[in-house]
């Protein structure tokens, strides 16, 4: 059945205050690495991600090194045994040098494997993550203008080498270009599978691989297309929105 989440929150507050009533607050406590959070789900490798009750909806934010204690601590695997996991959606907070400039969300086509690897990006179970991943540029492509980005920090610097295998290109998986698409844009060149491309309006043209749309926040793509400086545009946090969790009866 499906429960709320609210209720499911507020089951965790009363593991450590029996009076608390409502979602648990966004704030962290202290900042910079070892910072405390309120609520942390740990993984299997021993990374940790943030929880937190933001605009009515559940954000799991990507997984990290960078907190290493939580009033209340659950495990990555029982949080993903209540999460639906068909087409959900994910989320980018961006930023430039001068403050916030928003939020996009953006609903993932799961059935496939383009999609989940930009999942994975958004979470950080393959590893890497978009967090600190700047945009490229703003192109034109078949008369619809694009938004790039996709590249992930490793190692060796910025990358955008394919996290997964065999992913979908051209065969089937072409669509007419919409305002809001999310759409692969390596070209099948293995260093670029990670790239992508966010189509700021229709075009009758088909575009390879979608893998996903803008459902929230297409105001905000629109503003970091705008800037004189897109290449100074940083995806400071991503995550998972959950609308709600599902169990058995």
Not at 54 to 72: F, H, K, P
Not at 214 to 240: L, N
Request: net charge negative; charged share 20%.
């Amino acid at each position: 059945m499906v429960i709320p989440l609210q209720a499911f929150l507020n089951s965790l507050l009363k593991l450590f205050d029996p009076s608390a009533r409502g979602p648990p607050r966004r704030e962290t406590e202290g900042e910079g690495q070892g910072k405390t959070t309120f609520c942390l789900a740990l993984n299997t490798d021993g990374r940790k991600a943030r929880l937190t009750w933001e605009q009515g909806s559940l954000n799991l934010y990507a997984l990290s090194d960078e907190y290493v204690d939580a009033r209340i601590m659950v495990k990555m695997s029982d949080i993903l045994l209540m999460i639906p996991q068909e087409n959900p959606v994910v989320f980018l907070d961006v930023a430039n040098a001068t403050g916030k400039l928003g939020r996009v969300c953006i609903r993932v086509w799961s059935h496939l494997r383009r999609g989940q690897q930009f999942l994975a990006l958004c979470q950080g179970y393959l590893g890497p993550t978009l967090r600190g991943s700047k945009f490229l540029d703003v192109v034109v492509e078949s008369k619809a203008t694009c938004l790039r980005g996709g590249h992930y920090l490793s190692e060796d610097g910025p990358t955008a080498k394919a996290l997964m295998d065999n992913l979908e290109w051209n065969e089937n998986h072409e669509l007419p270009g919409r305002k809001g698409y999310i759409t692969g844009w390596s070209y099948q060149a293995v260093e670029y599978e990670t790239l992508f491309g966010i189509l700021l309006n229709d075009s009758h043209a088909n575009f390879c691989c979608p893998f996903g749309e803008v459902v929230e926040g297409m105001s905000v793509v629109e503003k970091i297309a705008s800037c004189s400086a897109v290449r100074d545009v940083t995806i400071v946090e991503v995550g998972r929105v959950i609308p709600e969790f599902v169990t058995e009866e």
